[in-house]
């Protein structure tokens, strides 16, 4: 979804964007978003492209584009057996998350959902978020260093998944108590055995 957003503005006002591996690679390395946008000659651009993004990324349309991994369901229902599952995001609409939710089949999986904003996004505010619901023995799973921080600030074991933005060096010197490539290899971790 990222990428459509990116992709369909630059084109829109007349430029070549990144291909898809090299904007990934660019955004898995957590370069700013002015030089992404330099790199394709559009960084005078910057105000008109945020503005853009804040208005696209969380459409319907935009949402649509998001898919699950295959087994993910799966992965779930074997977390789900273990223990009570929270899911905590960032997204600015509530409801279209929700929506996404249940439309994908995942919010089955979840004892509880909490919705932060985009002054949330740094450890300490999620660390507010959610100190009331951790307790001694639960588990952080996260695809940023913001989600392991977090845990590490709240006393939980924690699981960096690598198949978001974050690449697995960047993650493991986070020092994570596992790191793993994706969702599906979490249920098997000595952890949940």
């Not at 390395?29 to 394709?40: D, N």
């Not at 991994?69 to 279209?96: M, V, Y």
């Not at 994570?176 to 290899?185: F, K, M, Q, R, S």
């Amino acid at each position: 979804r990222s990428y459509s957003v990116y992709a369909t503005f630059l084109r829109e006002a007349g430029y070549t964007p990144l291909n898809k591996p090299d904007y990934l690679a660019c955004k898995r390395s957590k370069m700013p978003v002015e030089e992404i946008l330099q790199k394709t000659g559009t960084k005078d651009r910057l105000a008109d492209f945020i503005a853009e993004w804040n208005m696209h990324i969380e459409t319907p349309e935009a949402i649509a584009l998001d898919k699950l991994f295959p087994r993910t369901k799966e992965a779930l229902e074997k977390l789900q057996k273990h223990s009570l599952i929270t899911l905590l995001s960032l997204r600015k609409n509530d409801d279209l998350a929700r929506k996404e939710l249940a439309d994908l089949g995942i919010r089955e999986y979840f004892a509880h959902v909490h919705f932060g904003k985009e002054e949330s996004a740094r450890h300490e505010g999620k660390v507010t978020m959610i100190k009331h619901l951790a307790k001694p023995g639960d588990v952080m799973i996260g695809d940023s260093e913001t989600d392991i921080r977090t845990g590490k600030a709240l006393k939980l074991r924690t699981i960096a998944i690598s198949s978001g933005w974050r690449t697995p060096e960047f993650l493991q010197a986070e020092k994570p108590d596992y790191l793993v490539a994706t969702i599906n290899d979490v249920p098997d971790l000595p952890l949940f055995q």
